[in-house]
């Protein structure tokens, strides 16, 4: 991600599409880092099995109750809890997450969780630009 400070003292960060055609973000969690695939249409913020490994959750001692519904179908996920969130110069603490049952979920979504705590977000062309 390009990082920038604003003339009004807001951070922007802007991402460039992949080669898969998505937008994806490279962030840290917690002491991790986690290649997110930016997905406007997830609620929330979903970390694969192995993503949350990375971070410091166990999935196996995760309880997997609650119920999601996805393109690829209906899933199971368990509720968590993540320290520290950083994009760029972006940074949210203290986040409930989602973690997707081991097997389900290849790449992890940050969604509008993440999202709507920024003062806005705009794609031109192949360009998304987050404000903070």
């Given at each position: 991600?390009?990082?920038?400070?604003?003339?009004?003292?807001?951070?922007?960060?802007?991402?460039?599409?992949s080669?898969?055609?998505?937008?994806?973000?490279?962030?840290?969690?917690?002491?991790?880092?986690?290649?997110?695939?930016?997905?406007?249409?997830?609620?929330?913020?979903?970390?694969?099995?192995?993503?949350?490994?990375?971070?410091?959750?166990?999935?196996?001692?995760?309880?997997?109750t609650?119920?999601?519904?996805?393109?690829?179908?209906?899933?199971?996920?368990?509720?968590?809890?993540?320290?520290?969130?950083?994009?760029?110069?972006?940074?949210?603490?203290?986040?409930?997450?989602?973690?997707?049952?081991?097997?389900?979920?290849s790449?992890?979504?940050?969604?509008?969780?993440?999202?709507?705590t920024?003062?806005?977000?705009?794609r031109?062309?192949?360009?998304?630009?987050?404000?903070?």
């Open positions: 991600p390009i990082s920038r400070q604003g003339d009004d003292g807001r951070t922007s960060v802007t991402l460039v599409r080669n898969s055609g998505h937008f994806e973000a490279v962030a840290g969690v917690n002491e991790a880092t986690v290649r997110f695939l930016v997905d406007t249409g997830a609620t929330v913020i979903v970390l694969s099995a192995d993503d949350a490994r990375a971070v410091g959750i166990e999935p196996s001692t995760l309880n997997y609650v119920l999601t519904r996805t393109a690829n179908g209906t899933g199971r996920s368990a509720r968590a809890r993540i320290d520290r969130l950083y994009l760029g110069g972006i940074e949210r603490r203290n986040l409930s997450v989602l973690v997707a049952e081991p097997g389900r979920l790449q992890s979504l940050l969604g509008q969780q993440f999202l709507e920024l003062s806005s977000y705009e031109r062309g192949d360009r998304l630009t987050l404000r903070d």
